[in-house]
């Protein structure tokens, strides 16, 4: 993938005033992007950091609101082996072996931290998680809260956000580029919707800026995920990984209307949904990984000749549906489909970014003083295919070893 394709969004807002001349504003770190992982490590920063966040359009319209599926987590020790070889084969080998290790023994201490700030996540009838499987795990190990966990996590790590004196988060405000002065990152310079310049300046700056799919005519990502943190780095030497490591997912809603692909997620078929031809078979393995459904369902649409293939909910019981699958059902509902009677067309999209600007172990980029996390990044824990539901705990796991990083290294200093 080109950087000239890479193109910039405009913002669309009404603050700020309009200079010709940038505005420097100081921080002592600033996090572009608002996601998981930027607020996450915005709230592992210490209170005594002044911290600025950005975010290119509004704070709902980020991709970690769209996470359906779940989060992972490591439901004892016996589930560490088997997670591993999980997350590596659905990677075809290729994932780093440090990161998919520190993701996993952090899994539990995240969640519990969560937990600790209001995120709620589904309960079984005695009490304990509701656990679920999706595609190439081996077991049930996903945490969820229905079908709309990214926007329960989100919006919780955004109200704690915007609890705290030293963070200020700036809607609409768009990154153009990174101010760097002897050999090392130290700020942002930005647009407002009006015109406006700021020049953000910071000792610490985190890339959380999210994935590429606006780039695509079908994505399941918000159209304003345009890979500004890959294509602000790249112009300063930024080490980027594996850019065309690009995950498509099996199934999204088939539809004619433009704009962003509605995802179904993937928990659905670990829930028993199956994938049928026009003929009304099964023609392969739900629970495979995702390039091989996708793989799979592009294969069938070219025997057919058809645009779409159909997921079935026959298996599924109806109070799953309308429970777990509530958002689901209602939107399917929306476009004229009654996932509890019939079938319903789907077609795989363009998803996840598993390449990104290089990190090393502490999310540290190959510039000083620039970190990144979450979809922006390559950590190597997705390798060459992401393993669902893996990707909000890498974001959150990578975020607060970044903010660590920013601390260790100001006390060395």
């Keep these: 993938m080109g950087r000239a394709t890479m193109a910039e969004v405009p913002a669309q807002a009404e603050e700020a005033v309009v200079s010709s001349q940038p505005q420097p504003l100081a921080s002592d770190v600033v996090i572009v992007g608002c996601g998981v992982a930027g607020l996450y490590a915005a709230l592992n920063l210490p209170r005594g950091l002044r911290v600025t966040m950005i975010c290119k359009e509004d704070l709902e319209s980020c991709d970690s609101m769209l996470a ?41 201490d995240v969640v519990s931290d969560l937990v600790r700030l209001g995120v709620e996540f589904d309960r079984s009838p005695d009490g304990g998680y509701d656990y679920t499987r999706e595609g190439a ?35 609409h405000v768009c990154m153009d580029d990174l101010v760097v002065e002897d050999g090392a990152c130290a700020g942002i310079v930005a647009h407002d ?9 910071a000792r610490d700056v985190i890339l959380a800026t999210g994935g590429v799919g606006g780039l695509y005519e079908r994505s399941t990502n918000f159209p304003c995920l345009t890979g500004d943190g890959c294509r602000v780095a790249a112009a300063h030497g930024v080490t980027l990984d594996h850019m065309d490591y690009v995950q498509i997912h099996p199934t999204s ?5 433009p704009g962003r ?4 997620s993937e928990s659905c078929r670990g829930e028993g949904a ?17 390039d091989v459904v996708s793989r799979a369902i ?41 996932i509890c009677c019939e079938p319903i067309p789907v077609v ?3 998803h996840y970014l598993m390449g990104g600007i290089h990190v090393g172990d502490n999310s540290e980029t190959s510039l000083p003083h620039l970190y990144a996390a979450g979809e922006t990044s390559c950590n190597g824990v997705h390798g060459a295919n992401r393993l669902a539901s893996n990707s909000l705990l890498e974001s959150l796991v990578f975020s607060r070893l970044a903010a660590r990083d920013i601390v260790r290294e100001r006390h060395a200093a």
């Design 348 to 350: 795989p999209a363009q």
């Design 137 to 171: 795990h081996s077991r049930p190990r996903i945490l969820h809260h229905a079908d709309v966990t990214g926007k329960e996590i989100t919006t919780k790590l955004l109200a704690q956000a915007r609890l705290l004196s030293n963070v200020e988060i700036r809607e």
């Design 253 to 257: 809603l088939y539809s004619e209307k």
């Design 298 to 338: 592009s294969d069938q649409m070219e025997r057919e000749g058809s645009r779409y293939v159909r997921l079935s909910f026959e298996r599924v019981p109806k109070g799953v549906i309308r429970g777990h699958f509530a958002h689901i059902w209602r939107r399917c509902l929306e476009e004229g489909y009654d």
């Design 68 to 108: 359906q599926g779940g989060i992972c987590v490591m439901r004892d020790h016996d589930d560490y082996d088997s997670w591993f070889d999980d997350t590596m084969r659905a990677g075809h080998g290729e994932c780093r072996a440090s990161s998919v290790d520190a993701m996993i023994w952090s899994s539990r």
């Design 274 to 290: 199956v994938l049928l031809n026009a003929a009304g078979e099964r023609f392969c393995d739900e629970l495979s990984p995702r």
């Design 193 to 201: 919707a009006r015109g406006g310049h700021l020049e953000l300046r």
């Design 261 to 264: 692909a509605f995802l179904i």
